[in-house]
């Protein structure tokens, strides 16, 4: 079924598709803001899943990681316990004591002290769940293909729902999938198709220099 463009397709960006060969995961992202930034992207993706960037065990962070630990850093105004520790990557003893501490304290709070304990709570334990049996990922990733337009927010959830079944829970970071980049590709194509976009979006399947994305369309792209 093909859909007219609707008035709220007004944010413009790329959904991308990034593909990890080794590890046969892909990743379907978006982004909206900067000249460069799928290519930012996927450094990004890369120095999480080298794990050159790691993760606090009380907050959460993504860090680069200082001769193997977590650096200092502040969270909501407040130096975070988690700062010169392991990372999560490596342990999550950290944030288990931390977790039984707070529900050790838990009974004696009220009203908002309950809830954001409650809060830390459920995302501590949901953490330590996710990095109890954490194997180190393997592979690099690579840049597909990425299609610049319209309604771009709209394009990826749809994208995303198509791929649903292949969702990677254990993944350490979103919009991953246990799919081939070809499947990841066709969805992003078929959720253009339903949207009224396939006409206007580009696509490439380089990526482009620093200084040419997305501002000379001609430069790789292709309708
Ligand atoms: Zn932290």
Redesign the pocket.
């Known amino acids: 079924m093909k859909l007219a463009a609707a008035p709220f397709l007004c944010s413009t960006g790329s959904v991308y598709v990034l593909e990890n060969l080794v590890a046969q995961r892909v990743k379907v992202g978006m982004t909206a803001i900067g000249a460069n930034d799928v290519a930012n992207r996927l450094k990004d993706v890369n120095d999480m899943w080298a794990e050159r960037k790691v993760t ?1 065990q ?4 993504r860090l680069v990681h200082v001769m193997g630990l ?1 650096p200092r ?1 502040v ?1 909501s105004g407040i130096v ?1 316990i ?2 010169d520790n392991v990372p999560l990557e490596k342990s999550t003893a950290l944030a288990a004591q931390q977790l039984q501490a707070t529900k050790d304290r838990i009974h004696k709070l009220h009203g908002t002290e309950l809830s954001s304990a409650t809060r830390v709570v459920s995302t501590l334990a949901l953490r330590i769940e996710k990095y109890r049996d954490h194997v180190p990922p393997a592979g690099e990733w690579q840049f597909c293909v990425a299609f610049h337009t319209e309604g771009v927010a709209e394009v990826e959830a749809l994208a995303h729902k198509k791929l649903a079944k292949h969702l990677d829970r254990q993944a350490p970071f979103g919009e991953v999938f246990c799919c081939t980049a070809s499947e990841a590709t066709e969805a992003v194509e078929a959720a253009l198709g339903e949207l009224g976009l396939s006409d206007t979006a580009r696509r490439r399947t380089q990526l482009p220099s620093p200084l040419n994305w997305p501002r000379t369309p001609s430069h790789g792209w292709s309708p």
């Not at 009380?58 to 962070?61: H, L, Q, T, V, Y």
């Open positions: 606090c009380i907050c959460g962070g977590v850093h969270k975070c988690g700062g």
